[in-house]
């Protein structure tokens, strides 16, 4: 090679040594100044410095498109990512509308198992309940709270309109307020007001209703903002009690809720309604049974009821409950009913008994037991009629019982059956005024009577104006 085309080739290898000063240090080839060795070598040489910067060319482009390769890849990877947080967002707030969701049908769940409850444990209340103003007292006092009303009344249907049976308060400054027109419905005796509803009503704008506007005044409109309107009505549709609620905020809602404790309420009612039915037929069966002793003891007439009345007063003001109070006027009705075994001419005898007659005679009570006792609906009340002439001294008969061995109604029975037979008019002697008898029963307390059941007798003669 000439030595012109050698210095270029050097010039060249020298700009590239520049180039790649760094590496080319690392390898140990370093050129500087002309070179004066072998050609061959320094092509050698040359050639592979081209090769490795071709190598490293070729390199850099690959890492070139590597790069854009990834940085494309990156991009849409990021566009993924950017889509799949849109989408995980997206879910989010569904999932969150859902939870919110669930929220409320539970609260909404929550609340219906609440009133499912609620009327179960009332229907359970009042299908155990045949009286009808203790069934219509029970209805106000649990739907009053339940459905949030502040004031609750129900009412009976009469004739004449609807008499007021019960109220109930949720509190004392509503009570304050209400209690004034409470009374004089009360005082009026009957609200008139037209109740030709088949359903329940509600009403939550009141003061925009004239015909309540004028019912309830001022006042109460300012308070109560909502109203509750539910008729109790038979199976023929007709009303038979009648429930106003009063609140802030009673809404339809309550509306299906209240239908069904109208028609559980009907439904006990109608029972109740069956249950006295069943009951007055019984109780008149019981009095065709009593009366055939007045038929045949002609010196009776009357006794048997008046015995009752009395038994019944004086257990009323003991407070006996419904059921007691039906048991012991059955009771009274058959005290006597031992004396259809005992012969005529012994029960009608118009002189005085021999002790032998009277003997006969006092086996009645026992007889009276015999009777009855074997019928289930009697069972119960069999004792006391086997009772009715045990003396709290012991010296009483069948058995000569004494104080707490006498069942309560046949001390009643005994008093009433005593005061009854001084006081009433027989052929052979006029019966005695009601101040003397009282003064006989008040001076026999404690060895003939019960001393309790007399004083309650003698305040029941005293308030019911009997003089004594
Ligand atoms: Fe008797």
Not at 336 to 342: C, E, H, L, T
């Given at each position: 090679m000439p030595r012109r085309e050698m210095d270029c080739l050097l010039e060249e290898v020298l700009a590239i040594n520049k180039y790649l000063e760094e590496e080319i240090k690392e390898k140990g080839i370093l050129i500087e100044g002309h070179y004066t060795g072998e050609m061959d070598v320094l092509k050698s040489e040359f050639n592979r410095v081209l090769s490795m910067l071709y190598e490293r060319e070729v390199q850099l482009e690959e890492d070139e498109i590597e790069i854009d390769k990834y940085s494309r890849q990156l991009k849409s990877k990021n566009s993924e990512l950017i889509n799949r947080q849109s989408e995980l967002e997206a879910a989010h707030s569904q999932l969150k509308a859902y939870t919110e969701e669930m929220e409320r049908m539970n609260i909404e769940l929550n609340r219906r198992v609440e009133e499912l409850k609620n009327l179960f444990h009332f229907s359970q209340e009042v299908t155990s309940n045949f009286d009808k103003y203790e069934l219509l007292r029970i209805a106000l006092k649990d739907i009053v709270p339940f459905i949030n009303s502040s004031f609750g009344a129900v009412f009976v249907s009469k004739e004449k309109g609807l008499r007021l049976v019960d109220t109930y308060y949720r509190d004392s400054a509503t009570f304050s307020i209400i209690e004034p027109l409470a009374k004089r419905i009360i005082s009026r005796g009957y609200l008139n007001y037209d109740?030709?509803?088949e359903d329940v009503q509600i009403h939550t704008?009141?003061?925009?209703?004239p015909k309540f506007y004028k019912i309830l005044k001022d006042k109460l409109i300012e308070k109560f903002k909502s109203m509750a309107l539910v008729p109790v009505l038979d199976k023929n549709k007709h009303i038979v009690a009648f429930i106003v609620l009063l609140g802030e905020y009673i809404d339809e809602n309550e509306k299906y809720l209240l239908s069904c404790y109208s028609n559980v309420l009907s439904i006990a009612l109608e029972n109740a309604k069956l249950y006295d039915d069943i009951n007055k037929m019984f109780f008149d069966t019981v009095k065709v049974l009593a009366n055939a002793i007045e038929v045949k003891d002609?010196?009776?007439?009357g006794h048997i009821d008046r015995v009752t009345d009395y038994s019944v007063a004086i257990a009323k003001k003991m407070n006996f409950e419904k059921k007691q109070l039906e048991k012991i006027k059955i009771a009274a009705a058959l005290h006597?009913?031992?004396?259809?075994?005992?012969p005529d001419e012994i029960l009608n005898k118009p002189a005085k008994l021999s002790e032998d007659e009277f003997n006969v005679i006092k086996l009645h009570p026992l007889k009276g037991y015999e009777i009855i006792k074997d019928i289930p609906a009697l069972k119960d009340i069999s004792v006391h009629v086997k009772q009715h002439h045990e003396r709290i001294d012991g010296?009483?008969?069948?058995?000569g019982l004494k104080k707490e061995e006498i069942s309560l109604e046949a001390k009643i029975i005994s008093v009433a059956d005593a005061f009854d037979a001084m006081t009433s008019d027989r052929p052979y002697r006029k019966g005695m005024n009601f101040k003397k008898a009282a003064d006989i029963l008040s001076n026999n307390k404690g060895s003939q009577f019960d001393e309790y059941v007399v004083n309650v007798f003698l305040n029941y003669l005293e308030e019911n104006d009997n003089i004594i």
């Open positions: 109740i030709s509803l704008d009141i003061e925009k209703t002609m010196y009776t007439k006597d009913i031992g004396k259809i075994g005992v010296k009483g008969y069948p058995e």
